[in-house]
C-alpha cells in the first residue's frame, strides 16, 4: 500500500514568492522520519530537510521549512523565496522507525519557477 | 571526489550485453543502495547493502547482480536486459540503517536498453 502521497504533479510559482508542496503519509508506527529530496534534471537527489516524528519544533533549513501537522499526517515543504534554480523534482519520503526499515517515496512534485 | 559518485553517467546497451554500473562513496558510510527510477513512477529500492553484506533484495530479477566488494564500493552487473529495464538508476548510501539517517544520493546513471 502506498505510505506516501503527493497529489500535486505539477506547480508553478512566481519568482520571489514563496510556495508549499504538500505530502501526506501513513503509519501505525509511531517513531518514524520524513525527508524531502530535490531532484534537479541533472538527476542526483539532494537532500533538503529532516523532520523526526517527536520533533515538537517544525524543521528549517535556509529558505526550506516543514509544516508538519502530526494528527493530520501530513509534512508540506514551504519554498520561501523561489528562485529559478529551484525548479525541480520534490519527493517527499518516510522511514519507519526502528533498525532496518527502508526509505519510501511519494511520486514527487514538479515544480516550474516562473521569472 | 566528495559525497557519491556514479558511473557511467549514460549506457546505452543491447538485450544480449553485459555491462557493470559502478558507485563510490567517499562519507564514511556503511549501508549502500540500489534504486531503479522509472518514468511516472516512484523511486523503487532494489537492493540494500549494511557493511558489505546484502541485507534486502527487493524481488528484483537475476538479471540485475549486486556486489559490494567494500563499505565504499557498490556494483550493479547488468546482462541480457529487457528494453523496460531502461530507466535511471541511482545509488545511495547512510550511514547505517538507522531510522533518522538520511540518504545521499548519487547522480544516477540513465540507461537505455535497445
Known amino acids: 500500500a502506498q505510505k506516501i502521497t503527493q497529489t500535486q504533479p505539477g506547480m508553478f510559482v512566481q519568482e520571489k514568492e514563496a510556495v508549499t508542496l504538500d505530502c501526506t503519509y501513513d503509519?501505525?508506527?509511531?517513531?518514524?522520519?520524513l525527508f524531502w529530496y530535490k531532484q534537479p534534471s541533472s538527476g542526483e537527489m539532494i537532500f533538503l530537510i529532516y523532520q523526526g516524528s517527536y520533533d515538537q519544533q517544525n524543521a528549517t533549513e535556509g529558505r526550506y521549512s516543514l509544516n508538519f501537522q502530526k494528527a493530520r499526517k501530513s509534512a508540506n515543504l514551504v519554498i520561501s523565496a523561489s528562485q529559478l534554480g529551484d525548479s525541480a523534482m520534490y519527493f517527499c519520503?518516510?522511514?519507519?522507525?526502528?533498525?532496518?526499515?527502508?526509505?519510501?517515496f511519494g511520486p514527487g512534485t514538479r515544480l516550474s519557477v516562473l521569472p | 571526489e566528495t559525497g557519491v559518485t556514479q558511473t557511467p553517467r549514460h549506457l546505452v546497451m543491447g538485450m544480449t550485453n553485459k555491462k557493470s554500473l559502478k558507485c563510490e562513496q567517499h562519507?564514511?558510510?556503511?549501508?549502500m543502495y540500489w534504486y531503479k527510477q522509472s518514468a511516472k513512477k516512484p523511486l523503487e529500492l532494489m537492493f540494500v547493502y549494511n557493511f558489505k553484506e546484502q541485507t534486502e533484495n527487493n524481488s528484483v530479477p537475476s538479471r540485475f547482480s549486486p556486489e559490494c566488494p567494500n563499505s565504499s564500493h557498490l556494483f550493479l552487473h547488468l546482462h541480457t536486459l529487457q528494453p523496460e529495464d531502461s530507466a535511471l538508476y541511482l545509488c545511495a548510501s547512510s550511514q547505517d540503517r538507522l531510522a533518522f539517517n538520511e540518504q545521499f544520493f548519487g547522480p544516477g546513471t540513465r540507461l537505455t536498453v535497445l
Open positions: 519520503a518516510m522511514r519507519e522507525g526502528g533498525y532496518g526499515q527502508n526509505f519510501v
Open positions: 562519507l564514511g558510510h556503511n549501508a
Open positions: 503509519t501505525s508506527d509511531p517513531s518514524y522520519g
